[in-house]
């Protein structure tokens, strides 16, 4: 329920967390399940949250056990169709759990699902593909014996930063892996088979850029502005400066105290959870010392504002 609740709202809000979203193969995303999302995870809880909201049907995705804080927590997740993984980290005795994930995910995909996993079993903020683990192609194996039709989309995120709001966002999509391309194996030896398949597939996609060359993702990200475009956006970026800085430097100052690879993600979600809240307060505000009803119109004017100064800012910092 949770999940189609906020659909919609996070679909429009990556209007105004990317300056630009370029997606290889658009088609692709009216995929239909029994499908795995194989990707890379550069940006911790924000790459299911884009993915999701991209996709016509609903994406079920795997996360780190250790965030099923509390019974709370563990409903609140799994009703956003996220699914527990345990790691040695968080404790032997937590593993056995894995089982009954994996035995749920294995369901979904014969229900015709979607399933979002990372492949890299950890998410670290680089321009880089790390090893794969196994677990994606021991899910996809699984699957093939049980004779469901399961095919895996390989899933390259690339952004331009990962410590500031407003970026440019390319997906690239591999070619779809199927049973046949491992020539119908399903033994031990498959798993490495299915990794270097996907490996290969994934290292085409996902951008390799040493992390202090600026000029390297300025020159594959940013698209600057016409001399009219930044006379047209100057104005109303300054607006929306003006307007939207107290609760964007709140946001930020709340995220600086996280770990930095969780940075970009939190700082979207304070800002997604509060900024209604901080239209309506400052709606009331206007109309309380003005008593116009042109106040009740900044709802839609702030926004637009604020999305004329995310198109005015560069998006490669």
């Not at 079920?60 to 019974?71: K, T, V």
Request: aromatic share 12%; charged share 15%.
């Amino acid at each position: 329920m949770l999940y189609r609740i906020l659909y919609l709202p996070a679909r429009i809000a990556l209007l105004f967390y990317c300056k630009s979203l370029r997606i290889s193969n658009k088609d692709l995303l009216r995929q239909e399940g029994p499908l795995i999302l194989a990707a890379n995870h550069p940006n911790s809880f924000l790459d299911a949250i884009i993915l999701a909201s991209l996709f016509r049907q609903p994406v079920y995705s795997l996360a780190r056990g250790d965030a099923f804080i509390s019974p709370f927590v563990n409903r609140m997740l799994r009703s956003l169709h996220i699914l527990p993984v345990y790691r040695i980290s968080e404790g032997a005795e937590t593993l056995g759990n894995n089982y009954s994930t994996f035995d749920r995910v294995e369901t979904l995909l014969g229900q015709n699902k979607i399933v979002l996993i990372f492949s890299e079993g950890l998410c670290i903020n680089e321009w880089h593909l790390r090893p794969l683990k196994k677990g994606t192609a021991r899910i996809a194996i699984r699957a093939w014996q049980n004779n469901i039709p399961l095919k895996i989309l390989p899933v390259g995120l690339n952004y331009s930063s990962y410590n500031s709001f407003g970026k440019s966002v390319h997906i690239n999509f591999g070619r779809i892996i199927e049973k046949k391309d491992l020539n119908g194996s399903t033994s031990g030896k498959a798993l490495n088979t299915f990794n270097d398949i996907l490996s290969e597939a994934l290292s085409q996609h996902v951008y390799e850029i040493p992390d202090r060359s600026l000029s390297a993702r300025k020159e594959i990200f940013e698209k600057p502005l016409t001399p009219i475009q930044k006379w047209v956006l100057a104005l109303p970026a300054g607006i929306g400066y003006f307007l939207n800085c107290p609760v964007y430097f709140l946001a930020k100052a709340i995220t600086n105290q996280t770990r930095p690879d969780h940075y970009d993600s939190l700082l979207v979600g304070i800002l997604f959870l509060t900024y209604p809240f901080y239209l309506l307060i400052i709606t009331v505000i206007a109309w309380l010392l003005s008593g116009s009803l042109w106040s009740l119109l900044l709802p839609a004017v702030m926004p637009l504002t604020a999305l004329a100064l995310l198109h005015y800012r560069t998006s490669v910092k």
